[in-house]
């Protein structure tokens, strides 16, 4: 939901820049490529192009090896817009947070993140700002993790599209791109 309605307040701006912060815990996964999909596809979808360029910046921890290395990803999308992909898959606290940046103005989302210690931003919040003034602030609604975290709507949206016969907005196609960002840093790329 925060993210759908990240997408709705967006329209009106005109972006300039992004920034998208994926931040866990001690993560020791083989391939945590899996897992930055999830940022690389969400901020192509709030971006409402595909990217141009990526290239990739690999951050090992040479204090605990085991760890995944922190990865950044800076990136141009086909319009001309920039943006930077923080994967800090071993820093203090989990959490995601996506930034858009304009000409004085800035959309910010803070994502609920379900995890064993809490959210550090709780249920969420977007907020709004122009020329240094708060236009907008709406702190999320704690709810079920099912229903903060998406898995309700996308499926509710999923079926309704199949009952409707429409096309999803979401699809196969305009995914794999994401599929392939992601790939790279399985492969360790640079770009």
Not at 16 to 38: L, P
Not at 131 to 154: C, K
């Amino acid at each position: 939901p925060v993210i759908r309605r990240f997408k709705e307040l967006r329209q009106d701006l005109k972006a300039q820049m992004w920034q998208y912060d994926f931040f866990r815990v001690g993560r020791k996964d083989a391939d945590f490529s899996t897992t930055s999909i999830h940022a690389i596809d969400t901020l192509s979808f709030l971006a409402g192009v595909p990217y141009k360029t990526v290239e990739f910046h690999y951050c090992p921890n040479p204090a605990q090896e085991d760890l995944v290395p922190g990865i950044l990803l800076h990136c141009e999308f086909a319009d001309g817009q920039t943006g930077r992909i923080t994967l800090a898959p071993s820093t203090g606290f989990c959490a995601e947070r996506c930034t858009m940046h304009g000409t004085n103005e800035m959309l910010y989302a803070a994502l609920p993140f379900h995890s064993p210690m809490g959210s550090m931003d709780g249920a969420g919040e977007i907020l709004l700002a122009r020329n240094d003034q708060i236009l907008l602030r709406e702190p999320q609604v704690e709810t079920d993790a099912f229903i903060s975290n998406g898995f309700y709507g996308a499926n509710a949206i999923f079926f309704d599209c199949i009952r409707a016969g429409k096309r999803l907005e979401g699809d196969i196609a305009s995914g794999l791109q994401a599929v392939e960002i992601a790939d790279c840093i399985r492969q360790k790329k640079l770009e």
